[in-house]
């Protein structure tokens, strides 16, 4: 069988009772309008897993568990997604197509990408649970991850054969172009194709009405790079998405603020010890769009740096997108050498929420980091401090907070409020006119050398070091060209460039 038309699973879920098909695996108790039983994804001795007859969902306020008739087969008997659709469908009478490769035009692109993703997801499961994911489960386990918590982020292995999951979805009859659309395999330059993910752990990426869009994927030792990424495709862009989202969502209305962490696994065990109101946002500069899908749900953030990225200039200046979205920003700098992950394993879990209730404020944090790293006694080191401030203070909204930062920064640099007013007037017109003409370079009076510098090394990667070596990213005229610059060196640092 193929892919499967949505009017059909439409048809499916209308005609069959979710109440029916939960009571036949775990007795339900009525509670006023809906039923409710202890999670069967989870141990819990009060029943806090709730089934809606009204909306035909259920979901687990202990674990977070959640979805439709679908997923609760696949979740419960460790389906795959079509194995699901085809017992739900024989239960409800509906005869479902049997799909052949030209057939599969009848189905929407994104909806067939969307059933691929959760085919290769329910795979790459399995695959952890078999003999042939004994080395990838061990690992996880070593991590510190419980069983319930592998479940629940439906963490997987890729079998390092080459046609592990080509040779899957040939089975079910699947076209394997939409397997390439959906950036699961590669092609070989002879001919063919291969798997992208191989002998990796697969972290799947779930948009938040809990579809998979994409995985994740990290290696078992140090060969590297040690991430892979699904590439773009028609239902993923990677800046237009935060892993885990899905899951803190309800989490962080809750608490009204989000945690933001760097990897999976950074976001993950935290979760599974209570900080459920926490993203990752998988290693990249956030982008307009993510910092608004957080606006959906709370003001305040917390982003939470690497003890080995603490005060990077790049890495501070890209959370001004906050600012400027008339958000809160907090930062929490673990010791040096630990990330979330290692950090909760090593001090508990208590000790990482401590942290995350008492950030640093973001201009504090700023400052005291530019001070740290320019000399005070030297008029060009506080003239540096004092421009790049500004810029962040000019981001703020509010002309009160502005104000009052202005006055601190005079106070701290003793320096003439009335001084850094009237810098911030430059400011405040430099940036209002490069954010009204941000796509024309002349316009934005973007230095020539440092333009060019950033050209060449786009276009020899291999000058990268030894432009690195000979440059200090403070002394570039051009914010955006110094970001710039230092995520490259970043990136090939980690042999990523």
Not at 263 to 269: A, K, P, Q
Not at 393 to 408: G, M
Not at 484 to 497: C, D
Request: glycine share 6%; with cysteine; aromatic share 10%.
């Amino acid at each position: 069988m193929g892919l499967i038309p949505q009017s059909y699973l439409d048809d499916i879920l209308a005609r069959v009772d979710i109440v029916e098909v939960i009571s036949g695996y775990i007795p339900l108790k009525k509670a006023g309008r809906n039923f409710k039983a202890n999670c069967p994804f989870h141990h819990e001795k009060t029943p806090s897993f709730i089934v809606s007859p009204e909306k035909q969902i259920y979901r687990c306020f202990g674990c977070g568990e959640s979805g439709n008739a679908f997923k609760f087969l696949m979740r419960y008997e460790r389906l795959d997604f079509l194995e699901a659709v085809e017992i739900l469908a024989r239960k409800a009478g509906v005869q479902l197509p049997q799909s052949k490769p030209q057939d599969y035009k009848t189905v929407g692109l994104a909806t067939r990408l969307f059933q691929v993703n959760e085919i290769a997801s329910s795979f790459f499961f399995s695959k952890l649970r078999s003999s042939q994911g004994d080395t990838a489960r061990a690992y996880l386990l070593k991590r510190g991850l419980k069983e319930e918590t592998i479940e629940f982020f439906r963490i997987g292995y890729a079998p390092a054969a080459w046609d592990g999951l080509i040779s899957y979805f040939r089975s079910k009859g699947i076209s394997l172009s939409l397997l390439e659309k959906a950036g699961l395999i590669l092609t070989k330059e002879a001919g063919g194709y291969y798997d992208r993910f191989r002998n990796r752990i697969i972290f799947p990426i779930v948009d938040i009405k809990e579809r998979v869009m994409g995985f994740g994927a990290r290696v078992l030792d140090n060969t590297l790079p040690k991430y892979i990424n699904s590439p773009e495709t028609p239902i993923y862009t990677k800046g237009r998405n935060l892993f885990g989202l899905w899951a803190a969502k309800d989490a962080i209305r809750q608490a009204d603020r989000v945690v933001i962490v760097e990897g999976y696994l950074d976001c993950i065990v935290p979760f599974q010890f209570g900080v459920h109101n926490i993203v990752a946002s998988l290693g990249t500069a956030l982008t307009v769009e993510q910092v608004r899908l957080l606006k959906r749900y709370t003001n305040n953030v917390v982003v939470v740096f690497d003890g080995d990225k603490a005060g990077e200039l790049a890495s501070l200046r890209s959370l001004e997108i906050f600012i400027e979205e008339g958000m809160d920003v907090g930062i929490v700098s673990l010791p040096s050498g630990f990330d979330p992950d290692s950090f909760v394993q090593r001090y508990g879990i208590e000790e990482f929420k401590k942290m995350i209730l008492a950030p640093e404020g973001f201009f504090d944090y700023k400052l005291k980091n530019l001070v740290r790293n320019n000399s005070l006694d030297k008029p060009s080191g506080k003239a540096r401090i004092v421009n790049e401030m500004l810029v962040t203070i000019s981001k703020f909204k509010n002309a009160i907070l502005k104000s009052e930062y202005v006055k601190r920064l005079a106070e701290k640099l003793e320096v003439k409020e009335d001084a850094l007013f009237l810098e911030l007037n430059k400011v405040n017109t430099d940036y209002h006119y490069r954010a009204t003409n941000s796509n024309e370079c002349q316009k934005l009076s973007c230095n020539p050398t440092e333009l060019l510098l950033l050209k060449i090394i786009l276009q020899q990667p291999k000058l990268i070091n030894e432009v690195k070596f000979g440059l200090s990213i403070s002394d570039l005229q051009d914010t955006d060209i110094g970001t710039v610059l230092e995520y490259i060196f970043k990136l090939s640092a980690e042999g990523r460039t």
